[in-house]
């Protein structure tokens, strides 16, 4: 489903933030990316959706070489993959319903789909309550809920999610993966970036490591901290 | 595809309205720069106009060779109408004429003490459809017999008549110059409410929406921002023009302000057409430049 | 104090670079209401230039009772000059004024052919300093002795006299308006840099800057934004305006166009004055805006 | 230090973000602040620095009725209290060491001092290398990082901090948690609202916990919830 190879990330300012990355993420897979702060976890899913197009080597998205789509083919790439965004990117004006369907007229849906498939993403992350409310009247944790709800609105093949428990306690952390495991359960790829320890010790799945933007493990049914598992 | 439209359309009217201030300083500069354009229209037409009528309305002058009966008169006043070229000609028999001059000059010439008999010939006054062709008519009239001699207007009425012609074309210019001043002014306020919203663009993009998803509301919110600004200066152009006619009128009587319904309308509709067009250039032209720059 | 006054030049500046196309897209808007501005300056002084010109320079006419000697007139002419409120007067002598009538009226009158001698008085041309004195002025010019009777100048000239106030008056209250219109398009400008930038002052506010920390820095930027549209669009001015002169000189001989270097230095530096007072303000006015609206 | 008394806070669209909170902390203490996504906690921190002002109640922070502050007395409060805000409020036109300066510059620090001040802030944060970075180019953990520094750089007495390891990985999340703890000792009020369990547990401080906008727990020597504390 999704392929990097030899992948090299230099940002305009010269800072090097990925080096070679060669990874092959299946169709059905659930995959941790974890690293220190700045480690290039970021900067990898980027790669995916096209918000950055790499320096050197090849991306491959579901059989597309990401590289090569034009900027009128990239909206077609990123409807098929629901992104949670690390900073949440809400549209400022808007509330938290039309937020998430917004995900869904890009595509065209029909308005009577568009009510009910939005109140059905709000309700997975309970966040119901908060439909009318505009982002600047949200916690950290209903902003990030709402992120989560529009990435997964419209049922993507493949869905990112950038640190998605950050401003989640314990409880509705552990709720949220759950929610993504169901979803990855549905034949959708979901790759989940993140610091929690223990969601990814929890989870058992596999577990990429960088480390200043290099890959340094890769592993089946890893756990947050080399060292630990081997301990284990 | 109309349900598509009126989704477009309803996304101006809910972005304009939560961008409320920025909606409200936009559609003022609008207003500003169209009131000025259309203020500046109808005072071309005006001053053109006024600068018209203090000139005669005369092209040119033909003197009678000998004093005329009204038949002869009238007779060789249709001979000059039909002239090619010729708009109008009008007699102004010897004694008028007489009468005219020593109206006008009582105060300079003492002629009545040492001339008895009327000095002036019979005079017809020839206005023309088309100065230009002044001297091929003038040739013509002089063949009429009856008619010994043919003259020009006078030297400051011609020199009027270059004026005119010169604020004609200057204030044409200026028109044009105002409208691309006014252009830029539009669509640099209209860019600014885009660039103040880059963020915004930035993320539809992210998640999905195509160029054209983008620009459409902005092109709408853009016509939206453009109607009510006209509209806003329309009323305002009407009232203060019609405040000033009123007063110009009674403070200079002798002066012909420009009342004329249909032309007004057309300034009218000219603002509110310029006013749209602009809207919507400006809405393309910003959020496009917006566009363009990522990829 | 200094340190504080070059902490927020150098800010200003930062900020001006680093919102590089939000500062050019205002510069471009001040710019082009200034050109707006000082072209409707040049060309108010211009026109009304040219309307009085149009009239001949002569406020009264005075005709002597009988023929003068040169001594005599040079007299009479000094006892004129002389009244309060005369600025200058003129003598034609009787000779040159029927040359003149003569040439001027050729085509229209047969005088020669039935007069002989000149029929035309010694007559004196009078300019007043003030217009508005004429009614008296003409009473005690008419009390000198060898002048018979005094006139007004003719219709028309007075026609273009009122109009030449008209157009004075007019344009002031243009002038006025336009520079209204202009604060106001400024301010909108700058308002919706100060709105893009709200977080920013948002932000500033959290972390413990006062609000004249804050003010500062955007007042400085739009003294700046002024400085930098009034300095282009005086260019632009210049060297149009120059152009213009030497196009329309050659095709309109006769019009004199306005050239004084003082006087067109003025229109300069009053566009310069109002860029950057119209900067200044808007600053102070949008930041102060943004400011007032929390607490 | 910092005293509540009574203070609810509804906000203006309707929504009940805290009620009836009494509380007192003391000039050298160090407490959490827990509960889930929507707890009121932000809103409570909001309240001391006077970005949102109580419904109902009291605020009193050094002896000053935060309340009757008038609009040109307030920056002189927010002097005195270093905030790390949730989601980070950086200057988005400057750059890392600009930000961390403006919280200097603003108390007209000289300029001699500014720069050492910053140096040192920014190394403690292990952010130099980012000096020269603009927030649009910097991770979540580095943005994050930097809003530390802005909060610590001019010796507050006091220091809130929100989520202040949302997007940091464990164990820079420990560092910091580490440095707030030594600031603390140098005299400083540090009050932080978290999720992050074994940070809470770890460091055995006050606790008061939060749920739907009520004070519901307040314990000396605390852990992240209640009833392991009991288990314990
Ligand atoms: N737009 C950008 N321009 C320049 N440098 C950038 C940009 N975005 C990120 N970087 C740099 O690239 C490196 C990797 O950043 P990235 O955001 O991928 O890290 P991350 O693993 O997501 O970290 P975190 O856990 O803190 O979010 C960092 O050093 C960062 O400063
Ligand atoms: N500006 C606002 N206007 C209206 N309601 C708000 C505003 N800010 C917060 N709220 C609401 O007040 C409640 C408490 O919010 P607060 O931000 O204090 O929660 P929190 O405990 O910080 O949560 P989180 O852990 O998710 O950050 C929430 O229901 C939220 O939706
Ligand atoms: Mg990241
Ligand atoms: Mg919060």
Known sequence: MIQLIGVTKTYPNGVGALYDINLHVGKEEFMFIVGPSGAGKTTLLRMLYKEESPTMGEVIVDRVKVNNLTAEQVPYLRRNIGVVFQDYKLLPKRTVYENVAFALQVTGTPHFQVRRRVMQALELVALLRKANSFPDELSGGEKQRTCIARAIVNNPPILLADEPTGSLDPTTSWDIIQLLDKINKRNTTVLVATHNKSIVDGMKKRVVALEGGRMIRDQQLGAYSGERLSNA | ?295
Not at chain 2, 150 to 165: A, M, Q
Not at chain 2, 232 to 258: D, G, H
């Open chain 2, 1 to 295: 595809m109309l349900s598509t439209l009126t989704f477009f359309i309803s996304e101006s009217f809910i972005s304009l309205r939560r961008n409320g201030l920025m909606t409200m300083v936009a559609v003022g500069t609008i207003t500003v720069s169209l009131c000025i354009f259309g203020f500046f229209l109808l005072s071309i037409i005006n001053m053109s106009n006024i600068v018209s009528n203090l000139g005669t309305k005369v092209d040119l002058v033909a003197y009678a060779s000998q004093p005329l009966t009204d038949t002869e008169a009238e007779n060789v006043r249709l001979q000059i109408s039909r002239i090619d070229g010729v708009k109008e000609a009008k007699w102004i028999s010897k004694d008028k004429a007489w009468k005219d001059f020593k109206e006008e000059f009582s105060d300079r010439l003492k002629l009545e003490e040492i001339v008895d008999s009327n000095p002036l010939p019979d005079t017809f006054f020839v206005k023309m459809l088309n100065p230009e062709l002044s001297a091929k008519v003038s040739k013509e009239i002089a063949r009429i017999s009856l008619i010994e001699e043919v003259g020009f207007n006078p030297n400051l009425v011609d020199k009027i008549e270059t004026l005119v012609e010169a604020f004609r074309i200057g204030g044409l210019m200026l028109v044009f110059l105002l409208s691309l001043a006014t252009l830029l002014i539009v669509v640099n306020t209209i860019r600014l409410t885009v660039l103040a919203r880059e963020t915004e663009i930035v993320i539809m993009r992210l998640v999905g929406a195509t160029r054209s998803f983008i620009r459409w509301p902005f092109i709408i919110e853009g016509i939206i921002l453009g109607m009510l600004g006209s509209g806003i200066s329309i009323v305002i152009i009407k009232f203060t023009y019609e405040a000033i006619i009123v007063r110009l009128q009674n403070a200079l009587p002798f002066v012909t302000l420009f009342t004329n319904h249909f032309w007004i309308g057309c300034v009218y509709f000219l603002v509110a057409i310029v006013g749209v067009l602009l809207g919507m250039l400006g809405g393309y032209i910003s959020v496009n430049k917006q566009l363009k720059e990522e990829n």
